[in-house]
């Protein structure tokens, strides 16, 4: 009877979402009027970085004789930089980077999916790749033309602007399901040391805190920060005085009683890919964990599983 009852309005709340996931295709996530820049397989590094610098994007599809062989992110290009710059620091080190071809270095980070789909995929196909880390997925048309780049931020956009289907997990703290740690380096150690911490664990963002102000959380630290890199040098420079030349992100962070609808309007209305957690109100405190959109899209999707087997 009440077991039933309870069990009869969970799955009509989780249904929501899956109602939302089923009934969408990846059309309806891509954002219209999208200017698509692609850069070429014999473009060099330099090149392909000039690219997405001056559109102000994150990545492109790298082009060969007219098709698409993949796509090449500001992860790709850290990753790079490090694999050059961790030899040493010479004059040909640094012209071996600039001059390498994109077609070489595409998926160098692992975080974009080399296979393609259709625009008339399901949403719900397209959450389970983000759920599985891959950061964004080449679209095509019905005529096999190219449609454009879809991305797990696209995803939240999307996921925000359908937020009352969201049910129960509206509303869930982020302490019951945040990564209960979070990676961090000192603002005095170098650029290169902190692509060393990037590379070796796999993510594509830190955070940097302050060990003169008690490890307190000072900016987040990305792959995207590589994105006006002018001389290969600079990777030397300290995270202080990289970013004292380059910018620097205001600090983005939450509690752990914050919810997942607080952590949604963050990743779009700051633009970032992770949120970190922090024992201060104020954004101030040592950060003690994470949230990302990879971490997002994982819940959503497996909500779905909870719900089903709840029935």
Known sequence: GIHRDFQHSMNALWGTVKALLAQHTIKDILPEGRVLRTVDANDTVQTALEVLSVNKILSAPVIEEGQVRGLVDLSDISSTAYNFAKEDESTDVAEGFWNRKTIDIMNAS???????ASVNASALNLLQVFAKGWHRVVLFNEDESLAGIVSQTDAAKWLWENKEQLGLLRDMPLGGFCRPFA????ISATVLSALRVLHNHGITGIAITDKDNGGKFSFNFSTSDLRNLQAFSDLQLTLEQYTAKYGRKAPVSVTRTDSLLDALQIFVEKRVHRVWITDSSKGDGI???CFSLTDL???VVDSIGAG????
């Open 110 to 116: 692992m975080r974009n999916r080399p296979l393609p």
């Open 183 to 186: 990676i961090t380096v000192d």
């Open 287 to 289: 950060p003690n964990g």
């Open 297 to 299: 899209m994982k819940l």
């Open 308 to 311: 089903a087997k709840e029935g």
